[in-house]
Structure formats: structure tokens, C-alpha cells
């Protein structure tokens, strides 16, 4: 690879580099609110419903974003539709400082979810400029670890902030990242027939299954595809899986603080969550892995994600005992690191067979779908958990509403791979598209 670098060039992993630090912004921006709970709780007044409707707000506009996003970027060109996206999240990240109370936060947070929509549309586009066919896995596994990076670095960072300055200046330094990046990409990105400082060698490296193209841009309308079988099973299995994910990202901080008393402050605090999202690199990594090896050994598509997958929503189950007396703090922690690694398998694999099910044009468009059920779905749980807890809490036992929550989070996604090969059996292959 080294040899075959040096003779046509790597400006592409640069564009890459650009895309992974966008997708880590993206993450830590949405990863703030989370970490804050406690000081919005104490200083603003911010109670668990009230948190629980914010996040709805963010998942709400998340979706309608999911609906929006591509054909915008589509429309006005990678460089301008991603320079866009990331500049409105930015700002939207930064207005947060100066939400009063819970309407401001729940409007601010629906601006920061419609405009973060754009990050992977935009990402997936850029990638498909960048690189040939056969890099293009690797480049969408390199940027799309920077969603790991940026939520590890976000416990790391903004208590910090939060306990120096205030939590305000939590949001607004986080938000004023994206603008940095925005210098970067203007003077970096191009498509690879405009970038000057790309080699003759290397744009023809790039453009060498240019074929491909026409394939890629061409469109369905989602009318036509919700009619098969394939897409509601993929839409299902977005919709009772996504969500808890949510939960790890917007709850986990609130329960380290709440249930295991860990000061938010303190190094345990930052150190416990930056364990958990680092997993999840991993579990991401071994879940395609997996699959691909049974894969090698000769068993059909359907039998080696479908395995995979149920392996991994075994592996959710344990954190059943995360509220267990006798778990300790850490045991407590990898429970919920292997679930979180699981998840993150199961999803490497769950749109992976959006590709096994559907023809290339048709990919795009699916995907989408899955992507606003999924987020239909976490802003549901998030109405859903907010209460739950608030109603515990009020009663002194915000103990107990966490292990409800955990409860659905341990049985989502043997229920997800029951239902979807109930729907779609075998996950059949679609021909007549």
C-alpha cells in the first residue's frame, strides 16, 4: 500500500482527515448537553421531563434533517452544503450559553439536530468524490470513528470548562471548534477535478471506477420503496435500536452522577464515560470483522449478518445488572461498555444489509428512511425516560427508573431481530427495482 501511495499520491486521506474531524465536532457538539445535565439541573432548574422534551426537540429535527440534508447537498455541491451544515451546527451549539430555560434549550437543540442531519449525507458524498470503490470502506470506517473521538472527548473536556468558567462557556468554546474547521476545509476541499494540488496520477487513481457515478446519483422515491418488505424491516430495526443509543449518549452521564454518585467534576467521572465510548470503537471494528469472516467461510449473506446480529443482541443482555447491589462501579462501567460495543457492531452490520437487500440505487434512499425511524424512535424513549425518571425522582428512588430504562435497553435488540425476519424473512434480495 505504501509503495502504490508514494506513486500516486494521498492528498484523498487528507480530505478524509477533514471528514473525521468533522464527524468528531459533530459528536462532542451533541455530547455537551448530556455531560451538563447536572448544572442545568442545579442552575437552571432543569428538571428529568424537561431534559427528557429537549432531547426529544434534538431527535425531532434530527429526523425532518435526515429527510432534508441529502437532497440539499446534493443540490448546492459537497464543499458549500457541508460548509453550511457544520457552520449552522456550530452556531447552534454555541446559542445554547444563551438559553434561559428549558423553550430556549428545547429551541436551540432542535436547530443544532436539524443542521447536525447534514454531517453524514455530506460525509458519505465527499467519500464517494474522494475515493475508488474499493477505499471507500476503509475512508467511511476511518471518518466515521471520529463519532467515538468526539464523544470520549467531550467528558474529558467539559466539566473542565463547565467547573472553570461556567457551563455557557461549555457550549460556546465546543461550538467555536467547527468554525476552525470551516478554514481548513475551504482551503483543502475541492472535487478532485478542480483541487490543483492533486496529482495527474492520483485523480486518475480516484476516478479509475468513475462508471460507478451514474449508478450512485440515481434516485427512488420513497413512495415506492416503503411497498416492499425489506425497507419496513430495516426501518423497524433502526427504530428499536437507535434509541438506545440516545441513552448512552444523553443518560449515561446523568446515571454515573445519580446512581454511582460520581462527582461530575472529579477525574472518575470523565475517565468512566471516555472507557465507555472508547469501547465502542472496538465493538464497531469486530462486528464488521465478524460478519466478514463468516462470510469467508462460505455462508450466504443473510446467515452471516443475521448471526452476527444476534450474537450481538445477546450480548446487550447483561446490562440487566448494571443496577445490581454486588456490581461494583467498574464492573457496572463494562456492562455497559459491552453493550455499547454491541450496539455498535449490531448497527455496522443492520446497514449493511440495506446493500445485501436492495440494489446500489436504491441504497441511498432506504438508508434514509432507516435513519428518521431510528430518530423517531430516540425521541420517543426520550419523552419516555424523562418522565420515567422525573416520576422516580420525585418519589426518591431514581434507582428504579434507571433499571426500567435498562430493562428496554437489554431486550431492544433481540425484539429488533425477531421482528425484523418476521417482516422480511431471510431478508430476501429485491429484484424488480
Not at 456490581?327 to 462501567?333: F, K, S
Amino acid at each position: 500500500m505504501e509503495t502504490i501511495n508514494q506513486q500516486i499520491g494521498k492528498y484523498r486521506w487528507t480530505i478524509c482527515t477533514l471528514i473525521f474531524f468533522a464527524t468528531t465536532i459533530n459528536y462532542l457538539d451533541r455530547q455537551v448537553i448530556g455531560i451538563l445535565k447536572p448544572w442545568l439541573e442545579k442552575e437552571v432548574g432543569l428538571g428529568e421531563a424537561e431534559y427528557g422534551y429537549i432531547v426529544t426537540a434534538f431527535q425531532f429535527a434530527y429526523a425532518l434533517g435526515m429527510i432534508l440534508a441529502g437532497r440539499i447537498i446534493d443540490k448546492l455541491g459537497t464543499k458549500i452544503g457541508y460548509a453550511m451544515a457544520l457552520f449552522g451546527w456550530s452556531i447552534a451549539a454555541i446559542l445554547h450559553a444563551f438559553a434561559a430555560g428549558p423553550v430556549g434549550f428545547g429551541f436551540f437543540r432542535a436547530l443544532l439536530g436539524i443542521t447536525e442531519a447534514g454531517n453524514f449525507p455530506a460525509a458519505i458524498k465527499a467519500t464517494a468524490e474522494w475515493f475508488p470503490k474499493k477505499e471507500r470502506a476503509l475512508a467511511t470506517g476511518i471518518f466515521n470513528s471520529g463519532a467515538n473521538v468526539g464523544a470520549v472527548l467531550a467528558p474529558l473536556t467539559v466539566p473542565f470548562i463547565a467547573e472553570t468558567w461556567g457551563w455557557e462557556w461549555a457550549f460556546i468554546l465546543t461550538g467555536a471548534i467547527g468554525l476552525l474547521w470551516l478554514v481548513f476545509w475551504f482551503i483543502f476541499y475541492e472535487v478532485p477535478n478542480k483541487q490543483k494540488r492533486l496529482s495527474a496520477a492520483e485523480l486518475a487513481y480516484i476516478e479509475s471506477d468513475k462508471e460507478e457515478a451514474e449508478v450512485v446519483g440515481e434516485k427512488l422515491p420513497w413512495s415506492k420503496l416503503l411497498k416492499y418488505r425489506q425497507t419496513w424491516a430495516f426501518a423497524v430495526g433502526k427504530f428499536l435500536t437507535d434509541p438506545i443509543w440516545w441513552f448512552f449518549l444523553f443518560w449515561i452521564p446523568g446515571w454515573l452522577n445519580d446512581v454511582r454518585g460520581v462527582s461530575v467534576t472529579g477525574s472518575g467521572f470523565g475517565i468512566s464515560l471516555a472507557v465507555i465510548y472508547t469501547s465502542t470503537t472496538f465493538g464497531s471494528i469486530f462486528g464488521g470483522w465478524l460478519s466478514s469472516f463468516f462470510l469467508k467461510k462460505g455462508w450466504t449473506a443473510f446467515k452471516a449478518r443475521a448471526t452476527s446480529m444476534l450474537i450481538f443482541a445477546f450480548m446487550v443482555v447483561p446490562i440487566l445488572f448494571v443496577q445490581n447491589e454486588n456490581v461494583g462501579l467498574w464492573g457496572a462501567i463494562a456492562l455497559i461498555s459491552l453493550a455499547a460495543s454491541a450496539h455498535q457492531a449490531w448497527s455496522a452490520n443492520i446497514f449493511t444489509t440495506v446493500s445485501d437487500m436492495f440494489p446500489k440505487k436504491a441504497i441511498g434512499s432506504v438508508t434514509g428512511i432507516g435513519g428518521m425511524a431510528g430518530a423517531i424512535g430516540g425521541m420517543l424513549v426520550a419523552v419516555l425516560a424523562g418522565n420515567i425518571l422525573e416520576f422516580y425522582k420525585a418519589q426518591g428512588n431514581v434507582d428504579a427508573g434507571y433499571l426500567i430504562l435498562f430493562i428496554i435497553a437489554a431486550f431492544a435488540y433481540l425484539i429488533a431481530w425477531l421482528v425484523m425476519n418476521l417482516i422480511a424473512p431471510k431478508w430476501q434480495r429485491i429484484q424488480d427495482l
